[in-house]
């Protein structure tokens, strides 16, 4: 509701936003700031219609329509596309006009991993980038925060448990290794020894990246698993379905995913991880949560602010006409999150302009982020729960930190979950 | 008093070096530079003699800031994206990390005894980049049970050179830390700043700035800024790598894989200098030296590489008419800089008047006991945070 109380249209608001700036930017191509001159957008949704056509679910339906979609940016000469519809979380599924049933669900995973490959393929050539290589403030700080907390909460576990066992950690998306370079410092600066009592799993999919981690931990002194028998790190190149299938049940302490879930549609994995985590262990979550691709007529409202075009938003939006439904109302996080992940993409493509690439390639952003909210349903719906005072028990230096621990406590965007098993 | 001729001589020899280096890596993107802008004390190490006069001393500062402010004008966008992949691909971004770690738990305990009690706490951060030092201590304070409003009793003056860099720091601190007050400063030389007045500062931060400066200067200006009780703490890269010809030859075949004629011509310029002695000198080094050593020819090799390829990326697009970058894009950067020795920087603080012995500094201030007054990060004397405070 507005200040005078009166209902007003979500997208009508966005759209008068993006006007605004046009006008005090002349031509502008990318987002600057504008949440900061409306700091808290009016969003009550209003939107005129409903979906009216049935929602897909034959696979070939839906990989035609997705097609449709794409297609209709091939050629465009525009450096930065929505791309593959099904990337978003399958939560959302439906606001887009298909749904993943069981039925369909495993055609739909082989689609999407066609997709992933291609990327994960186009990044190791350095035709594409991931955006987490670039500097953007404040959420590279913000980032740095979470690194910090999660290797304090790794550290005060290896510390309670290490008596009895060697502590068992699975760092789900370990990319360039600062996450798990920061919790083995963490644990030789407080207790050398404690060290060996710990098994790091690091798990990705990127070749390049494990290698260049596996290079680095030797100076801290850290060995392979295979070389000492006992502790250490073991580098898994593999994605997190194909890692967690091979682990036996009630095995592992902590089950870090940092900065990784908005990269997964289809939160299967959260099966495989209850499974292989022991009774007390932990699943650790870090990453960017954020609503922006929750609608067709938020990503038409991105592609208007970072386009500045009516005609491009309208391109996207059109395919959804009859498809989207009423759009809900976002809480005041859920709204921070939705213009700081704007903002993120504003600055990240104006990295993008400036960086080298072999054969530059048009980069996709559409992925599965989903706002903090949706994330604790969906590990409810897994038999996890998230309990508030969950970090600060575990460490005493952490007793100001909720859970979930919002980075910027009026935003979703940089969160943190910390989730152990229902009994 | 020395002549103005006999400055000029100095000077005149440093160039005419600087020339000959110049040719001998035309066309490279990663070359030499000026041997202007590395330590001080290993000038004579290069032939440069001179005498410790302040004149003298000056007109060599002024020399070596005109380089610096120089090779600052070729880092665009493009070269600064190599410097960063080098560095990810070099593990030092992991060291930068964790130096901006240790760096923000010393200046935390400093600064949270002055603000818990409601004091007005003055910092600056030297060489800020886009604001992780600070936003990492701010974080710390907060974390440590300081409330927001108090935070309004910090100040804090930002110095840095990348506009690029200042802009994203501005944002940081309004986003996530807007109760400080805080002023940016755009400059490479802060050794004319205003603000840099007599005993006004509590707390002195920089993380991986000072082996950009030869000279010594900025000691005595840092410790004439800071209060009596003021605490200076720097983050730092340490190695003794650039202090002789015969490690930048080496570093020129195995680091930059130059060509055997390039590097003979190289050798050449130094009197009693052949390529056996220059082996044999890198190999007998401390295992603690070679460390080092091999931890910065690792990054100079990733430098190398990395440039070179943004550099083929740029010749590509022009050709292919995408010309995005505009045509005068250079992909260039100079590779010598102020790196020195962890004792020599030591030996330059007490000098100009700071305290590092941690027996002295924690016998003054008891609350530090606890705190480690200097902490080694990645290898053996490679990457140190240390404390200081005035004698």
């Not at chain 1, 994995?269 to 699943?283: P, Y």
């Not at chain 1, 909720?402 to 152990?420: E, G, Q």
């Amino acid at each position: 509701m507005s200040k005078d109380g009166k209902k007003s249209n979500f997208c009508d608001n966005m759209k008068g936003a993006s006007k605004k700036i046009d006008k005090k930017m002349g031509e502008v191509k990318t987002y600057t700031h504008s949440y900061l001159l409306y700091p808290l957008l009016l969003l009550s949704p209003d939107k005129q219609g409903e979906a009216t056509k049935k929602l897909l679910t034959n696979p070939s339906e839906i990989k035609a329509f997705n097609e449709e979609v794409t297609k209709s940016f091939k050629n465009s000469g525009l450096p930065v596309r929505p791309g593959c519809l099904l990337k978003i979380s399958s939560e959302y599924y439906e606001n887009y006009g298909f749904k993943a049933t069981k039925e369909n669900k495993d055609e739909l995973i082989k689609e999407l991993n066609k997709f992933f490959n291609k990327d994960r393929a186009d990044e190791a050539n350095e035709k594409t980038i991931n955006p987490r290589g670039i500097i953007v403030q404040p959420y590279t700080h913000y980032a740095n925060i979470l690194v910090e907390i999660i290797s304090e909460l790794t550290y005060e576990i290896v510390k309670r448990k290490a008596k009895n066992d060697v502590i068992k950690i699975s760092i789900i998306g370990s990319r360039d290794g600062t996450l798990p370079l920061a919790i083995i410092n963490k644990i030789n600066e407080k207790s050398g020894t404690l060290i060996e009592k710990t098994q790091l799993y690091l798990v990705e999919p990127y070749q390049k990246k494990l290698e260049e981690t596996i290079n680095k931990l030797p100076v801290y002194g850290i060995k392979s698993i295979s070389e000492t028998k006992k502790w250490g790190f073991s580098a898994e190149y593999k994605t997190d379905d194909e890692f967690l299938a091979t682990q036996k049940n009630d095995d592992f302490d902590i089950v870090i995913s940092y900065f990784h879930m908005h990269c997964k549609p289809f939160s299967d994995n959260h099966e495989a991880i209850r499974r292989v985590l022991k009774n007390d262990g932990l699943f650790i979550i870090a990453d960017y949560f954020s609503p922006l691709w929750e609608y067709p007529s938020f990503v038409a409202d991105f592609l208007r602010t970072i386009y500045g075009s009516e005609e491009i938003a309208a391109k996207f939006a059109k395919n959804f006409e009859d498809r989207e439904p009423r759009v809900r109302e976002l809480s005041e996080s859920e709204q921070y999150a939705y213009q700081q992940h704007k903002d993120y993409w504003a600055n990240v493509i104006k990295e993008l302009h400036n960086l080298t690439f072999k054969d530059r390639k048009p980069f996709y952003f559409l992925r599965a982020h989903t706002t903090v909210q949706k994330r604790i349903e969906i590990l409810k719906n897994y038999q996890f729960i998230v309990e508030e005072e969950k970090i600060a028990s575990i460490a005493k230096n952490l007793k100001n930190i909720p859970n979930p621990y919002r980075v910027d406590p009026k935003s979703d965007f940089v969160s943190l979950i910390v989730a152990s098993k229902e009994d | 008093m020395p002549s103005q001729k006999t400055i000029e001589e100095i000077i005149k020899k440093i160039d005419e070096i600087d020339q000959k280096i110049d040719e001998i890596t035309k066309g490279v993107a990663l070359k030499i530079g000026s041997i202007a802008r590395i330590a001080s004390q290993a000038l004579i190490n290069w032939n440069i003699k001179f005498d410790a006069h302040p004149q003298i001393i000056r007109a060599l500062e002024d020399k070596s800031i005109e380089e610096y402010e120089k090779e600052w004008s070729m880092v665009n966008k493009v070269v600064y994206h190599a410097i960063h992949k080098a560095i990810n691909d070099s593990n030092l971004s992991e060291g930068n990390h964790q130096l901006n770690n240790e760096i923000s738990k010393m200046a935390k305990e400093i600064i949270l005894r002055k603000i818990k009690k409601g004091k007005r706490v003055v910092m600056a951060d030297i060489g800020a980049g886009t604001g992780d030092t600070s936003g990492t201590i701010i974080h710390r304070l907060i974390m440590d049970g300081v409330k927001r409003e108090m935070l309004k009793n910090l100040e804090i003056y930002f110095v840095e050179p990348s506009d690029e860099s200042i802009i994203q720091l501005g944002k940081l601190m309004r986003e996530s830390y807007p109760e400080v007050k805080h002023q940016r400063i755009i400059a490479t030389d802060y050794f004319h700043m205003p603000f840099l007045k007599k005993e006004s500062f509590d707390i002195i931060v920089s993380n991986a700035v000072f082996h950009h400066h030869s000279f010594p200067t900025y000691l005595h200006l840092l410790h004439n800024a800071l209060k009596k009780d003021g605490f200076l703490i720097i983050g730092d890269w340490y190695t003794e790598i650039w202090y002789e010809p015969k490690n930048v030859a080496y570093i020129m075949k195995e680091g930059l894989s130059m060509h055997e004629e390039k590097v003979n011509q190289f050798i050449n310029l130094f009197e009693n200098l052949s390529w056996s002695k220059i082996v044999e000198y890198w190999n007998n080094k401390s295992e603690e030296e070679k460390r080092r050593n091999e931890g910065m020819l690792l990054y100079i090799k990733n430098l190398a590489r990395r440039l070179e390829e943004e550099k083929c990326c740029i010749e590509k697009e022009k050709e292919g008419e995408k010309n995005i970058y505009g045509l005068e894009t250079k992909v260039e950067l100079n590779l010598l800089e102020a790196h020195e020795k962890y004792e020599d920087r030591l030996e330059k603080m007490k000098k100009a008047g700071f305290e590092t012995t941690a027996e002295k500094i924690k016998r003054r201030y008891k609350w530090l006991e606890k705190t480690p007054t200097e902490k080694e990060v990645v290898a053996p004397k490679f990457a140190m945070v240390t404390m200081a405070c005035k004698k």
